[in-house]
T-cell receptor, first 113, second 111 residues
Framework: EAQVTQNPRYLITVTGKKLTVTCSQNMNHEYMSWYRQDPGLGLRQIYYSMNVEVTDKGDVPEGYKVSRKEKRNFPLILESPSPNQTSLYFC????????????FGNGTRLTVT | SQQGEEDPQALSIQEGENATMNCSYKTSINNLQWYRQNSGRGLVHLIL?????REKHSGRLRVTLDTSKKSSSLLITASRAADTASYFCATDTDNTDKLIFGTGTRLQVFP
């Protein structure tokens, strides 16, 4: 089944403890992206990747890192999480950018205390 | 920056009625897309309409695009309780490599 898989689904952590949210897609998509969703603010893009070894900042990249060493994986790294990073995170992928829909994972609900 | 803004923010209707949601945006676009999100789940793509198209249909969904007014509408006909979800428009604008999402319309369909 074609899908975008995020792990974990839920995560509670403490301020400053490094964490990684994994994202993997099995559709051979070139484009991958991370969004965070907050009440009243909609979805905001954190980082995106046009292809392997190509990443770029979205609208809210501060406090996040990404890597794209393989086509299928696009992990989101929080080196030193803070409470304002408490949010619902979504990974998405698509074929090469341009007139293609995004395929979303089921989300990771992160709470930083 | 907010590109797409949906209207209304929330909509409650009875099963069988039609639901119309509107989206306005600010800059020129390559395409506009509509997505659906069940509570706390991932977004699911519904329809993509390109900037040179005016109307598209998919099952009970009808999307219109008016680039002169920078607006789009999503019509769900003969709604069902299972249509209860949040609906988002997203725009692919010139010279960017991303979709910009609006804040969504929460649709509640009562049986």
């Amino acid at each position: 089944e074609a899908q975008v898989t995020q792990n974990p689904r839920y995560l509670i952590t403490v301020t400053g403890k490094k964490l990684t949210v994994t994202c993997s897609q099995n559709m051979n998509h070139e484009y991958m992206s991370w969004y965070r969703q907050d009440p009243g603010l909609g979805l905001r893009q954190i980082y995106y990747s046009m292809n392997v070894e190509v990443t770029d900042k979205g609208d809210v990249p501060e406090g996040y890192k990404v890597s794209r060493k393989e086509k299928r994986n696009f992990p989101l790294i929080l080196e030193s999480p803070s409470p304002n990073q408490t949010s619902l995170y979504f990974c998405a992928s698509s074929p090469p950018w341009g007139n293609s829909p995004l395929h979303f994972g089921n989300g990771t609900r992160l709470t930083v205390t | 920056s907010q590109q797409g803004e949906e209207d209304p923010q929330a909509l409650s209707i009875q099963e069988g009625e039609n639901a119309t949601m509107n989206c306005s945006y600010k800059t020129s676009i390559n395409n506009l897309q509509w997505y659906r999100q069940n509570s706390g789940r991932g977004l699911v793509h519904l329809i993509l309409i390109r900037s040179n198209e005016r109307e598209k249909h998919s099952g009970r969904l009808r999307v219109t695009l008016d680039t002169s007014k920078k607006s789009s509408s999503l019509l769900i006909t003969a709604s069902r309780a299972a249509d209860t979800a949040s609906y988002f428009c997203a725009t692919d604008t010139d010279n960017t490599d991303k979709l910009i999402f609006g804040t969504g319309t929460r649709l509640q369909v009562f049986p």
